[in-house]
Structures are given as structure tokens and as C-alpha cells.
């Protein structure tokens, strides 16, 4: 089964066109003030509408509040949403619960250990994110770091999990025959700076991840 590619961090409707024409399953808007990526709720929900049954839409939010959470469900109506701050799991189920959708959590990997934060997620996340950790004030996503792929490998998470973290056209199709993850997160990986998406990065990356697998 091909492997399952998501474009994290469109903000444009030609790079989002560009992802969708090439096949990507998941779509990613930003929800975060400090990312190069953010959107507003207003520019998600056009960029939205342009997506609707042709891949699942992503809401990345990073420890968001009730009111913002509120707003996407109401305007942006994305499938899924995305905590990719410190969220608890009871506070997981929240989101779930206050949006009507389901959740995929971010997990940060640096050690084998730290894949026994993604059981403490089960029951709340419909889906984990393994993402590389990052350095004391970094941003929490979208900064090119990678994490020992091995490890992933080794834990055998239970799927449906995706990868992320340092992923390119380049060294995709790597990850995914070293990991058999069964799908991929991509943002920076596709950018020439930060917060811009270029559409031929978009399309070698999309058609490396689905010829690898």
C-alpha cells in the first residue's frame, strides 16, 4: 500500500494546488502566532475549501486556546487537528471533544525511550506523530531536525502513526524502506526559507514517498 504523504504548512493556492495535484493525502494548515507558516482562520478556510474531498485537512495548533480551537471548527472545518504542543492527554480528548474531530499527537523522539509517551496517548489520539525533539527555544515543528530513524524501526509503533522530522525528496524514500512508517509529515523539507513552499520540492518529495513504497 503506497505510503501516505502530508504537506504541513501550505499558506498559498498555488502551493496547495500543487500538493493536491500531485497526490497528497493530508494537507496542513498552521495555527501558531511564532511560525513562518501561520495562517489566520480567514486565509485557512479559503485555502480549505480549495482541499475538501481531495485530501484530509490537517489544523496544526500548538497548546491552543478554546476559542481559536472553536474558530477552525466553525470556519476552517478541517478533518483532523494536529496538537503539536504539550498537550496532555486528558486535555487530547478535550480538543476532540470541543472541535468534533479527531486529534493526531505529536510526539518528540530524541531516545528509544521516549516512544512510551505515544501509550499514554491511546484512547485520547486518533493518530500518533513521531517528530524529532527539539532544542530549548526552537520552535516546536518545521525546523529540519531529524531523529535516529532506527528507532522508530525498533519501537514498531502501532499504526496508524506518520513520521516526520528532517524529511526531503532526498532522503524520504530511506525513511520510509528503514521504517515502513505508513505515513509521512513533511514541511521544511519542501521549502527554500522558511514559510515558503516550493512547488517542485512539493512534487519530487510527494512522488519520492510514494515510489519508495
Request: hydrophobic share 45%; proline share 7%; with cysteine.
Amino acid at each position: 500500500m503506497p505510503t501516505e504523504v502530508k504537506i504541513c504548512g501550505l499558506s498559498t493556492p498555488e502551493t496547495l494546488d500543487a500538493a493536491l495535484d500531485a497526490g497528497a493525502d493530508y494537507v496542513g494548515l498552521v495555527f501558531f502566532a511564532k511560525s513562518p507558516r501561520n495562517v489566520s482562520v480567514e486565509t485557512a478556510a479559503t485555502l480549505a475549501s480549495r482541499a475538501r474531498g481531495r485530501a484530509k485537512i490537517v489544523a496544526l495548533v500548538v497548546d491552543a486556546a478554546d476559542d481559536l480551537l472553536a474558530a477552525i471548527r466553525d470556519k476552517v472545518k478541517p478533518d483532523l487537528v494536529q496538537a503539536h504542543g504539550n498537550e496532555t492527554p486528558e486535555r487530547v480528548t478535550e480538543i476532540s471533544k470541543l472541535t468534533g474531530f479527531p486529534v493526531v499527537k505529536v510526539v518528540k523522539i530524541a531516545q528509544a525511550s521516549d516512544f512510551s509517551l505515544a501509550a499514554d496517548f491511546e484512547g485520547h489520539a486518533a493518530m500518533m506523530l513521531f517528530d524529532a525533539k527539539t532544542p530549548k527555544g526552537a520552535l516546536p515543528g518545521g525546523n529540519g531536525l531529524s531523529f535516529d530513524w532506527t528507532l522508530i524501526r525498533d519501537a514498531n509503533p502501532k499504526p496508524p502513526y506518520m513520521l516526520a522530522g528532517g524529511l526531503t525528496p532526498e532522503n524520504v524514500g530511506i525513511a520510509i524502506k528503514l521504517t515502513g512508517a505508513p505515513a509521512v509529515d513533511v514541511s521544511s523539507g519542501v521549502e527554500t526559507a522558511p514559510g515558503r513552499k516550493d512547488v517542485a520540492l512539493i512534487r519530487k518529495f510527494i512522488e519520492a514517498a510514494k515510489s519508495a513504497s
